[in-house]
């Protein structure tokens, strides 16, 4: 398995920004980005194939959300914009070294220890 390492939670007001970060010790197929709230199911969010740069977004985050990487850093990115109270939430990176790609949970074999986001209107 990969160690993912995440950084770039906080606090932020409506209409804001965050960056989530998500540095990772080795290569692998396919990263993404899910959140949870307490009492709901984990969601995959943003996903990126990252040999072909294909990416995936949930809908209610497509134009607001976006995933990139910097391969010489090994490091994921989740840039958040326009942040409503909806998007509070535990955010966790992901990994996966499977040849498919995409925001199912089935697709990652290694997790992040996840970073809070709160969102206040």
């Known amino acids: 398995q990969v160690q993912l390492v995440e950084s770039g939670g906080g606090s932020v007001q409506a209409g804001g920004s965050l960056r989530l970060s998500c540095a990772a010790s080795?290569?692998?197929?396919?990263v993404g980005w899910f959140r949870q709230v307490p009492g709901k199911e984990r969601e995959g969010i943003a996903a990126?194939?990252?040999?072909?740069?294909?990416?995936y977004y949930y809908e209610s985050v497509r134009g607001r959300f976006s995933i990139s990487q910097d391969e010489a850093k090994n490091t994921l990115y989740l840039q958040m914009n326009s942040l409503n109270s909806e998007d509070t939430a535990k955010y966790y990176c992901?990994?996966?070294?499977?040849?498919?790609?995409?925001?199912?949970?089935?697709?990652?074999?290694?997790w992040g220890q996840g970073t809070q986001v709160t969102v206040s209107s």
């Open positions: 080795g290569y692998v197929y396919c």
């Open positions: 990126m194939n990252t040999e072909f740069g294909a990416t």
């Open positions: 992901a990994a996966g070294r499977r040849s498919h790609c995409g925001l199912a949970s089935e697709f990652f074999d290694s």
